[in-house]
C-alpha cells in the first residue's frame, strides 16, 4: 500500500510540476515559434509587429493560465489529496482536463506536432489519480497458479 501511494504522489507530482514548466515556457517566449508558419501560412516573424505583440500576449496569458493550474494542482496534490481529502481527486481531474487537456486538445487540431507535450503532462496527472483511487481488490488478488508457476498453462 505505501508503495502504490508513493507512485500516485510521485507521478502526481511529476505532472503538475512539468504543468508548470511547459506553462513558464510559454511565458518565456520572446518570438513566436517557427511550427506556427504553417498555422499562419506565412513566416510568423514576417506579421506585422501588433500581430505578433497580440499572439505572444496570448501566448503568455495561456502560459501564466498554465503557471497557475499546475500550482493549483500540486497544492491540492500536497495538501487534501495527502491527506485522504477524496473530493480534491475530482478537483485535480477538472483543473488538469480544462488546462493541459485543453492545450494539447488545440495544439493537435492546429496540426502542432508538440501537442504530446501537455498531453503527457495531463496523462502523468490523471495516471497518478488512478493509481492513487484503484480498488484495494485489483492489487491484492492471488496471481492464478499458471501465472505463478511460470508454466504459462491455462
Known amino acids: 500500500m505505501k508503495m502504490r501511494r508513493r507512485l500516485a504522489l510521485l507521478l502526481l507530482t511529476l505532472g503538475a510540476s512539468l504543468m508548470i514548466a511547459g506553462g513558464a515556457g510559454d511565458l518565456l517566449l520572446r518570438t513566436p515559434p517557427s ?3 504553417a498555422v499562419i ?3 510568423a516573424a514576417a506579421l506585422p509587429s501588433g500581430a505578433v505583440r497580440l499572439l ?7 502560459g501564466s493560465a498554465l503557471v ?5 494542482v500540486l497544492a491540492l496534490v500536497c495538501g487534501p489529496l495527502r491527506r485522504g481529502e477524496r473530493w480534491a481527486a475530482a478537483v ?4 488538469t482536463l480544462l488546462s493541459d487537456g485543453v492545450n494539447a486538445w488545440g495544439m493537435a487540431s ?15 496527472v490523471l495516471l497518478g489519480v488512478l493509481v492513487a483511487f484503484i480498488p484495494n481488490s485489483v492489487f491484492s488478488s492471488p496471481l492464478p497458479e499458471s501465472l505463478r508457476s511460470g508454466n504459462g498453462a491455462t
Not at 56 to 62: A, I
Request: without cysteine; aromatic residues 14%.
Open 68 to 72: 497557475a493550474a499546475g500550482v493549483a
Open 92 to 95: 485535480i481531474v477538472v483543473v
Open 56 to 62: 505572444l500576449t496570448l501566448l503568455h496569458s495561456l
Open 35 to 37: 511550427a506556427w508558419d
Open 110 to 124: 492546429l496540426g502542432l506536432e508538440y501537442f504530446w507535450g501537455p498531453l503527457a503532462f495531463a496523462g502523468l
Open 41 to 43: 501560412g506565412a513566416s
